[in-house]
């Protein structure tokens, strides 16, 4: 009797061990988190907020989830639980999902020159979809916002010049190295590979194919893409989802492109998505470029760019503080909106509070 | 070089203007598309702010807000067109559906 007793008690406390949550049509909700290691993240992440002045920390949402369950999520400003809110630069990491499916369904590799599929490249003809990927296209790309309105091209390929067909007006831009051979962030880059992906999957699916791809199979039922004149998803900038929509991808990087019994996403696709561009600096940019994702790596004699987070953790990130951070040796995936303005957010700051309120392991 | 001593200020504003008006001639495009930003991005965002995000009117002006000013702002609800000017441009953006969001004209 005592025996048996045992056996379900060892059971029952195994059950949760090896069970996996997948979110159904909401998330399943975890254990609720208190205490002041939370209360010190949300002092942080959530300070009087002033929209005359717009200074400051301004998140817009924050969002936790731990194993596969909603354990946190706070919403400030305008933005709820059903805004699908801008995600801005998030955008391209979103990009190299939807093209990781079709690389899943062997419509193209990494090494295919982008001219296969977008002739106007014609005019670089070695730059490769993996360059793209890398932000090593090696094309004269400026990518300033505020600051240089006149050089800037991406203001230029929004606004002014590129908007009516923005693969157009980044393949005219003229060389400044070998493709592949240097890392310079371009949102012009990310725009190719949505060009790029038309001819991939035809245009007939075209229209669809974001949605048949990845939102559908992952339960995102209010994603929304803008395109440019000649409907070309603007894969740079103008994805749009609710947090909690967002975390679905999140946690389909986080468990390895897997969505329940399916492998939406190939391994090794993943696994590039994850791997350093070789050739990047040290200091070239806030994280270190992987395929369309930023990476917590310490490469090129530099120290990690978030030091009080695990190395293996990466993240999407978009202007005004948009982010999406995976840390799959947690199982967390946290995403966070924001309107910031300035430079006060700092992603190592989040990270390290986040963490100290959330992680279940020891931190380094 | 004799121009040169008896008219140095003349001289140099020559060669500054020459100058300048080579820069000018070599960023003529950027130069022309510049007035339109303020104009585009103000309609653009606004139209995705309003109609995408589905926030308040007041909260989306305030969120488009730029230091360079806008002459004249016009949402028609209907149509869900934002149109606006500024720097002497105007710049159209239009809501082309649940899945498409906003898009600048």
């Not at chain 1, 391209?92 to 977008?118: H, I, N, R």
């Not at chain 1, 791809?213 to 209010?222: Q, R, S």
């Not at chain 1, 696994?271 to 310490?298: E, M, S």
């Not at chain 2, 309003?50 to 360079?68: F, T």
């Amino acid at each position: 009797m005592f025996k048996g007793l045992s056996l379900i008690v060892m059971l029952l406390l195994s059950l949760p061990a090896h069970a996996e949550n997948w979110p159904a049509e909401q998330w399943s909700t975890g254990p609720v988190i208190t205490g002041p290691a939370l209360q010190a993240l949300e002092t942080y992440a959530f300070p009087p907020r002033d929209d005359s002045t717009r200074t400051g920390v301004r998140t817009d949402a924050l969002l936790v989830i731990r194993d596969g369950q909603l354990i946190y999520e706070r919403y400030a400003g305008p933005t709820t639980a059903d805004t699908p809110h801008l995600t801005w630069s998030i955008s391209k990491s979103l990009m190299a999902t939807v093209l990781g499916v079709a690389y899943g369904e062997g419509l193209f590799k990494l090494q295919d020159p982008v001219q296969t599929f977008y002739p106007p490249m014609k005019k670089h003809p070695d730059v490769t979809m993996a360059d793209l990927l890398h932000w090593a296209s090696g094309l004269d790309w400026q990518e300033d916002y505020e600051y240089a309105p006149l050089k800037s091209s991406v203001v230029a390929m929004l606004y002014t010049r590129g908007h009516q067909d923005m693969a157009a007006f980044t393949a005219e831009h003229a060389e400044y190295a070998k493709p592949g051979q240097a890392f310079r962030y371009s949102s012009g880059d990310s725009g190719l590979l949505a060009a790029a992906l038309k001819t991939i999957v035809g245009p007939k699916r075209y229209p669809d194919y974001p949605w048949t791809a990845l939102f559908d199979p992952l339960g995102i039922h209010h994603a929304v893409w803008e395109t440019d004149a000649t409907g070309v998803f603007v894969a740079s900038s103008y994805a749009y989802l609710t947090a909690r929509d967002l975390a679905r991808v999140g946690l389909l990087m986080a468990r390895d492109g897997r969505w329940q019994g399916r492998q939406l996403l190939p391994e090794d696709w993943v696994a590039f998505n994850r791997q350093p561009f070789a050739h990047y600096k040290a200091h070239q940019d806030d994280a270190v470029p992987g395929g369309q994702w930023w990476l917590n790596r310490a490469v090129d004699g530099a120290a990690q760019p978030w030091p009080d987070a695990p190395a293996d953790t990466y993240a999407a990130l978009g202007h005004w503080g948009q982010a999406m951070y995976v840390i799959p040796s947690e199982n967390l995936v946290i995403v966070r909106y924001g309107d910031d303005r300035d430079e006060s957010y700092q992603h190592n700051e989040l990270l390290k509070l986040a963490l100290k309120a959330f992680a279940q392991k020891v931190q380094p | 070089m004799s121009v040169l001593r008896r008219r140095p200020f003349s001289a140099l504003f020559l060669v500054l203007l020459v100058a300048l008006l080579g820069w000018i001639w070599q960023e003529r495009e950027a130069l022309w598309a510049f007035p339109d930003i303020i104009s585009a991005y103000t309609a653009k965002e606004y139209c995705s702010c309003r109609y995408v995000m589905n926030n308040e009117a007041g909260y989306c002006h305030s969120y488009v807000k730029q230091w360079l000013p806008t002459s004249s702002f016009v949402d028609d609800p209907v149509s869900k067109r934002v149109t606006v000017s500024g720097m002497g441009r105007s710049n159209s953006a239009v809501w082309m559906g649940e899945r498409q969001g906003c898009r600048l004209q």
